[in-house]
Nanobody
Framework: QVQLVESGGGSVQAGGSLRLSCRSS????????MGWFRQAPGKEREFVGS????????DYADSVKGRFTISRDNARNTVYLQMNSLKPEDTAVYYC?????????????????????WGQGTQVTVSS
């Protein structure tokens, strides 16, 4: 059994900031990468960013590049998504996910099917 628990969502005004957390438990040594995705009502789940657990290297969607930052705390088995300069179009449910197969590492485009475990999601709402 594996658990991913997200927290930190909420409501902010445009231009504000939030930090999301995702704490993992279980066979964390087998997690090759952690990803963040988001899904707005009526939309497909889309890639936000990812981090390679071992090296700490990151990748971001063009829509959030320069505004969002992913980091990790190995001691706490926790991954963070720092979101700055938030826009109304960032409003969505945000999910963290774990890739244990390595599928996300060798694909140029990251999609949800490459990830194996998912958190419950946390709501982020940005108002004008």
């Amino acid at each position: 059994q594996v658990q991913l628990v997200e927290s930190g969502g909420g409501s902010v005004q445009a231009g504000g900031s939030l930090r999301l957390s995702c704490r993992s438990s279980g066979r964390t040594f087998s997690y090759l990468a952690m990803g963040w995705f988001r899904q707005a009502p009526g939309k497909e789940r889309e890639f936000v960013g990812s981090i390679r657990w071992s090296s700490g290297s990151t990748d971001y969607a063009d829509s959030v590049k320069g505004r969002f930052t992913i980091s990790r705390d190995n001691a706490r088995n926790t991954v963070y998504l720092q979101m700055n300069s938030l826009k109304p179009e960032d409003t969505a449910v945000y999910y963290c996910a774990a890739d244990v197969s390595g599928a996300s590492l060798f694909a140029k485009v990251e999609v949800p099917t490459q990830y194996d475990y998912w958190g419950q999601g946390t709501q982020v709402t940005v108002s004008s």
